[in-house]
T-cell receptor
């Protein structure tokens, strides 16, 4: 069974500082990995995804993540935080699936990013 | 030009009532989902349909019944609502396994 663990339910950074949100996964097959962002009272928006191509994945809003198989990690980073980055961030792994196209996502617990002025 | 739209966005109802949440996607995707986000913001899949056929049914009470009249629509009906059903319900769609899943804006259900 696949699973995702996000280390740190709350991360607080100053505006302009590096953002690092940690995600570790467990999967018996090469995983598809995703980062989603959820702004208050809104749905989930895809930031980026890894699907076995380049290990360094660039996403929207200046975010990127690096797939490290040896560490089973897919940490999300951004060089310089903006106030508008304050939100909930979710790491997810796509289910192996069985017959048919399921592709359900298994989510981590989420990390709340606070950006201080 | 909303890709995945769900209605209503907010719903407050009394215990014991029956309610439905509707979802439509205009992306031409074959697969649709219902996810539940609890008060601790944990997201978990409830159901998945592929081309109108149920393919995932997690351990969800029988009071929850999804219906897919066509591959662009996936509605969620909930009978005999309980306090614990209060949550945010997200509809989503995808072209298939490994592809991006696109989420709706969510339906905030409060049972009082």
């Amino acid at each position: 069974a696949q699973s995702v663990t996000q280390l740190g339910s709350h991360v607080s950074v100053s505006e302009g500082a590096l953002v690092l949100l940690r995600c570790n996964y467990s999967s018996s097959v090469p995983p598809y990995l995703f980062w989603y962002v959820q702004y208050p009272n809104q749905g989930l928006q895809l930031l980026l995804k890894y699907t076995s191509a380049a290990t360094l994945v660039k996403g929207i809003n200046g975010f990127e993540a690096e797939f490290k198989k040896s560490e089973t990690s897919f940490h999300l980073t951004k060089p310089s935080a903006h106030m508008s980055d304050a939100a909930e961030y979710f790491c997810a792994v796509s289910d192996e699936g069985g017959s048919g196209n399921t592709g359900k996502l298994i989510f981590g617990q989420g990390t709340t990013l606070q950006v201080k002025p | 030009d909303t890709a995945v739209s769900q209605t209503p966005k907010y719903l407050v109802t009394q215990m014991g009532n029956d309610k439905s949440i509707k979802c439509e996607q205009n992306l031409g995707h074959d697969t649709m989902y219902w996810y539940k986000q609890d008060s601790k913001k944990f997201l978990k899949i409830m159901f998945s349909y592929n081309n109108k056929e149920l393919i995932i049914n997690e351990t969800v009470p029988n009071r929850f019944s999804p219906k897919s009249p066509d591959k662009a629509h996936l509605n969620l009906h909930i009978n005999s609502l309980e306090l614990g059903d209060s949550a945010v319900y997200f509809c989503a769609s995808s072209p298939g396994q490994g592809n991006t899943i696109y989420f709706g804006e969510g339906s905030w259900l409060t049972v009082v």
